[in-house]
């Protein structure tokens, strides 16, 4: 054997050993353990390169200093909120308290009360409104959402905000650095830095900082605050569906959005600065402030508002879920355009089903990613034999993400029933217990199942061999999906 052999033998040897050693010791779950063991023996230069770029929730060594600085800071701003008139009483029965105590538990925030809460599941109606609410701003405007795409109607939202800032009025924009790229070379985003509008991009992505931080960990959530006393968030993207990745042959996009008033937009508000002040360091300071009690409404609807991500208690999303799925006592209903579930949702799916519960989730028929689409499909087998009812959408790519339990409890917002949504990017939800706004809801979905096409066990069982093949194997990619 030649001293080259030797030494390719040992470097082989030394980064196997060494990188499955570091990923057994990072209490990860056992399948996302095994896939990338898998990787590493079968391709170990490649996969080892892999996994120092995306195989460690690593924010970067200044995101985690900024991290522990304004861990005091907020959480006196949330120490203030559990004692704010608004709060729910923690002892009075709500069929979501089960999921509010689950999140309160994880991260401090309280459900409040004094909100209304608008759905808005059409591009007309959601850009209507919030360009109207922008036009109608007298003290901020704060948009963070993961792609902007300047055309179509977008282009005079856009136009407003130069319009604001001209009246006096703050205008920030937090958006994601993969997912908005082409928007930061635009010349609308040169006149809106140049008006004094302050655009920031979010998790900036480059090949140099893939030594230091995970460069897959991405902004996803959707926020629009005016003033502080209106909110939006959601599924929809800054982008027009008329004209956003019509190249992607997978129809328009159709996407649902809440507009709230109340305790809950401003605390969307601060989740917007704790943003901010992560990626820019800028400490909001005095712009921190407790819900208006002047505002409010007499009663109103009980929301939490529920933020994800690296930075906060990291199984509280799975764990809301979960809770979610198990209280159920008569149906549940999902719709979410990518699936690639890990082992306890898919357990907690098939057990509601199979305790008679309806189980039924909505999915676009054509999507724009390969390995999801076919990871999600290896799922489908197992699901529709125990009774989960399945439809796959046609009338474009389905891209609202909502969970109903039994009449009245919604979920809301920008989360994906997949394990990046779930473990890996910062993403939004509302926890919503109205009967009014759920049944509202299920309208929304009612018009979905129309426009939607069953998937049959038995046909899917009898599927191309080929196509089994294809989706078993972008399964075990999953974990790392």
């Known amino acids: 054997m030649t001293w080259a052999a030797v030494y390719s033998v040992l470097v082989f040897v030394v980064i196997t050993l060494g990188l499955s050693l570091r990923i057994l010791t990072r209490n990860k779950s056992v399948g ?4 990338w063991l898998f990787l590493i023996m079968i391709f170990p230069i490649g996969g080892a390169v892999l996994y120092l770029i995306f195989g460690e929730q690593n924010l970067g060594f200044i995101r985690a200093r900024r991290a522990r600085e304004m861990y005091q800071f907020y959480g006196k701003w949330v120490l203030g909120l559990r004692s704010h008139p608004s709060r729910l009483d923690p002892a009075r029965h709500y069929a979501a308290k089960p999921l509010w105590d689950q999140s309160y538990g994880a991260i401090r925030l309280p459900a409040f009360q004094h909100n209304t809460l608008e759905i808005l599941d059409t591009p007309e109606t959601i850009l209507t409104a919030m360009h109207s609410d922008i036009v109608r701003a007298r003290s901020s405007i704060l948009l963070e959402f993961y792609i902007c795409q300047a055309d179509g109607r977008i282009l005079a939202l856009l136009e407003e905000l130069i319009i604001a800032v001209k009246r006096g009025v703050e205008v920030k924009m937090l958006l994601d650095s993969v ?22 991009e979010a998790l900036h992505a480059n090949p140099l900082r893939m030594l230091f931080q995970r460069q897959d960990l991405r902004l996803h959530r959707k926020i629009l605050s005016i003033d502080g006393e209106i909110a939006y968030t959601g599924s929809m993207n800054l982008a027009d569906p008329e004209t956003f990745q019509r ?35 800028q400490k909001p300071s005095a712009s921190l402030r407790y819900p208006s009690l002047e505002q409010r409404e007499k009663s109103g609807i009980p929301i939490q508002v529920v933020p994800s991500g690296p930075a906060l208690a990291k199984d509280n999303l799975i764990h809301l879920l979960l809770t979610a799925i198990y209280q159920a006592r008569r149906r549940i209903v999902i719709t979410t355009p990518y699936f690639v579930p890990d082992d306890a949702l898919v ?7 199979l305790r008679g519960l309806e189980v039924a989730i909505y999915l676009p028929f054509r999507n724009n990613s390969f390995l999801a689409k076919h990871a999600g499909r290896s799922f489908f087998e197992e699901l529709l034999h125990d009774g989960v009812v399945i439809r796959r959408f046609t009338g474009g790519l389905l891209h609202t993400k909502c969970v109903l339990i039994d009449d009245d409890i919604a979920l809301v917002g920008s989360v994906n029933l997949d394990m990046r949504s779930i473990w890996l990017n910062f993403e939004l939800t509302l926890v919503v217990n109205d009967l009014e706004t759920t049944q509202k809801l299920y309208r929304v979905v009612a018009d979905y199942h129309q426009k939607s096409q069953p998937v049959s066990f038995q046909q899917w069982s009898n599927r191309p061999y080929y196509r089994k093949v294809i989706e078993h194997l972008a399964r075990l990619m999953s974990p790392l999906l």
């Open 347 to 353: 357990l907690a799916l098939k057990a509601a089903a």
């Open 247 to 281: 190249e992607a042959n997978v129809g328009v996009w159709i996407d649902l959005m809440v507009r709230v008033e109340g305790p809950t937009a401003e605390i969307l508000r601060g989740v917007f600065l704790m943003d901010w002040e992560m990626e820019t360091g």
């Open 32 to 35: 996302v353990t095994l896939a």
């Open 179 to 200: 997912g908005s790229r082409q928007f930061f070379r635009t010349a609308i985003c040169r006149r809106l830095q140049q008006a004094g509008v302050e655009v920031t």
